[in-house]
């Protein structure tokens, strides 16, 4: 990593080649998004990585407040912001390569007490869109590429933000792409641009909502249509009509369980009773932290022991070994990984509609429809297997 003087007046060339030693760092780590954060006399770098936030490593996790504004007034110019609006929120994007890996990269402005705040948002093009990928058990699998079959439906993915919902809708148009099928989509923005699917942004700029998409996708003969997210009655009518219409329609909804996601669609105004013969699966799901392969280590019987509880017991009686032997694991940390994880993958609970569960959705029986509890079995399997930690599954399902 070269040199980069951090003395006071910062040079148009050092800036532009510490914005690309921080992207390089962030995007070394695997970072999701870059915070630049003013203090009062200088500004803080700190990154997520697998839905975590940790500084830059040293000297990159504080620059002097002259160089700070200097990286400011680069990502922004790259971004085509005004430079001379410090005040305003501001949005923009802007491209960048690393090596061979190309990134997307939305930013967004906002002034604080302390300054000017951004955020850039990494979107790796080269992301893992592969259904049998995201953490499915094969029997899960199973139940998801079934209900993909089907010409007509609803299928709907739950979890709070940053849960992975997007990328396992994306998997699933990614299943379907086939020269026989229409694929489109409406999302608030387009996350990962896929070949061969007509995807549309919405743009609130000039009015373009998902209703109004929705309702020209369905006059563009669509077989499948990928919702980002059902968030308001107009596009939560307009989407049951386009399920009940012949045509496959995936969506999510930001809600932490199942019953949760019933009940917000009813306070939406919901029919209720058509929404439960459109729905064909519901899917619950969370992220978590994969241990890393290369320093991982097997868990001691002391460890183990503190593990057990009824729900521990419970789902070990339950588990089928889908996932590999019985070998639980702790973090340890190497020159490879993030203090003993690399990458994540999802935990899930799915709900396949019969008759029963239909009724369940009618009455938004909470209790019965509470996916969170399925959703930590599953994790609990993933400590089993040695992918995981105790840790991870109880910071994501609560
Ligand atoms: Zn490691």
């Given at each position: 990593m070269p040199d980069i003087p951090l003395y006071n007046a910062v040079s148009l060339h050092d800036a532009i080649a510490l914005a690309d030693i921080v992207l390089e760092a962030a995007a070394t780590a695997g970072a999701s998004d870059l915070h630049l954060e003013p203090q009062p006399k200088s500004m803080r770098l700190r990154m997520r990585v697998d839905g975590l936030m940790r500084f830059l490593q040293a000297p990159f996790d504080h620059l002097p407040a002259s160089a700070a504004d200097a990286l400011v007034v680069r990502f922004k110019l790259l971004s085509n912001m005004d430079i001379g609006e410090r005040r305003r929120p501001q949005d923009g994007s802007f491209q960048w390569q690393l090596q061979s890996r190309k990134v997307d990269i939305r930013i967004s402005s906002l002034a604080g007490h302390w300054g000017e705040k951004l955020v850039l948002r990494l979107q790796w093009q080269q992301q893992n869109t592969q259904l049998d990928q995201q953490g499915l058990a094969p029997?899960?699998?199973?139940?998801?590429?079934?209900?993909?079959?089907?010409?007509?439906?609803l299928i709907l993915v739950t979890g709070p933000t940053g849960s992975g919902k997007s990328m396992l809708l994306y998997s699933c148009l990614k299943q379907l792409q086939a020269p026989h099928l229409n694929l489109v989509s409406a999302e608030d923005p387009v996350e990962i641009a896929l070949p061969d699917i007509h995807q549309v942004a919405v743009n609130?700029?000039?009015?373009l909502n998902y209703s109004p998409?929705?309702?020209?996708l369905l006059r563009q003969d669509p077989d499948v249509i990928m919702l980002g997210e059902l968030r308001d009655a107009d596009s939560a009518d307009v989407a049951l009509k386009a399920a009940q219409t012949g045509h496959l329609l995936l969506t999510s909804m930001h809600t932490s369980s199942i019953g949760e996601a019933m009940h917000r669609c009813h306070g939406l105004g919901v029919d209720m009773l058509a929404l439960s013969y459109c729905l064909s699966l519901i899917v619950n799901q969370r992220l978590v932290r994969r241990l890393c392969d290369l320093c991982k280590q097997p868990m001691s019987a002391a460890a183990l022991e503190q593990l057990s509880s009824d729900m521990w017991q419970a789902a070990q009686a339950d588990y089928d070994g889908c996932y590999g032997q019985f070998n639980p694991c702790i973090a340890v940390g190497c020159p490879s990984c993030n203090e003993g994880f690399r990458g994540r993958f999802g935990i899930f609970d799915i709900l396949v509609m019969d008759q029963a569960t239909r009724e369940l959705v009618v009455e938004r029986r909470v209790d019965q429809l509470d996916s969170v509890a399925g959703v930590r079995r599953q994790g609990l399997w993933r400590v089993m297997s040695g992918d995981t930690t105790m840790d991870e599954v109880n910071r994501v399902t609560w």
């Open positions: 029997t899960q699998l199973t139940q998801v590429r079934s209900q993909l079959t089907k010409p007509q439906g609130t700029d000039i009015g998409i929705l309702r020209a």
